[in-house]
């Protein structure tokens, strides 16, 4: 494949994609301005339908928002001096920077920086279908629904006259199979995810600056 494939493939995703996606390249940020980078890859990887790339990333920045939602809830939002910076931020970093991702949904649940809906999807759905779906390579829930056995046909490419045999394969469990709904499941939930969690940003952002004024 040449560059010109490539280039061509590329133009037409950004085509297809740029107005609806557009929204998320100008928004701004006041406490969670690290993020900026991180929803512009996140962008791009859904401009081009890099969707598994997309979701992952998003895991990332979900992880990363809620670590410092629980740090900046102890530490304030204020100006703080650069010489007072490794004082201010030592001790939340130690207590809340290895959380695992249940743990921090709950504690910003307790500390009213989420809501409780909010916490049902991160915690039920969120955590069971996007991080350990993709993050943690974890395919079993996002497959569950599918049948454990479905029927198919095995032919002869050398005898294309030979009567077909029929054969039962389980989806669940065949690494093929599993690709294939993986790769469909985040053509359907890339755009969504993201875009959930983009707004939760904001979201938590309101309530630390209610919080905190």
Do not use: W
């Not at 695992?100 to 709950?106: A, Q």
């Not at 079993?140 to 394969?169: C, F, Q, R, T």
């Not at 469909?184 to 309101?206: G, H, M, Q, V």
């Amino acid at each position: 494949m040449n560059k010109e494939v490539f280039q061509q493939s590329f133009k037409e995703k950004i085509d297809t994609n740029f107005i609806e996606l557009s929204k998320y390249y100008e928004f701004n940020l006041e406490i969670f301005c690290e993020f900026s980078t991180l929803i512009f890859e996140i962008n791009n990887c859904l401009l081009l339908e890099l969707n598994r790339a997309a979701i992952t990333l998003t895991n990332h920045l979900l992880e990363r928002l809620l670590k410092l939602a629980l740090i900046q809830n102890e530490v304030g939002i204020g100006p703080i001096e650069l010489k007072k910076l490794n004082k201010a931020f030592l001790e939340p970093n130690k207590k809340y920077g290895t959380n695992d991702l249940g743990n921090s949904i709950e504690k910003c649940k307790k500390l009213e920086l989420i809501s409780e809906e909010e916490k049902l999807m991160l915690f039920d759905k969120i955590r069971v279908l996007m991080r350990n779906g993709f993050s943690h390579a974890d395919s079993s829930k996002i497959l569950a629904h599918l049948p454990d056995n479905i029927k198919m046909n095995s032919g002869d490419l050398s005898n294309p006259n030979k009567k077909l045999k029929e054969v039962n394969l389980n989806p669940k469990i065949i690494p093929t199979f599993q690709a294939l709904q993986m790769e469909s499941f985040a053509k359907n939930n890339a755009k969504p995810y993201f875009d959930y969690i983009f707004y939760l940003i904001f979201r938590i952002e309101t309530r630390l600056k209610e919080k905190l004024k």
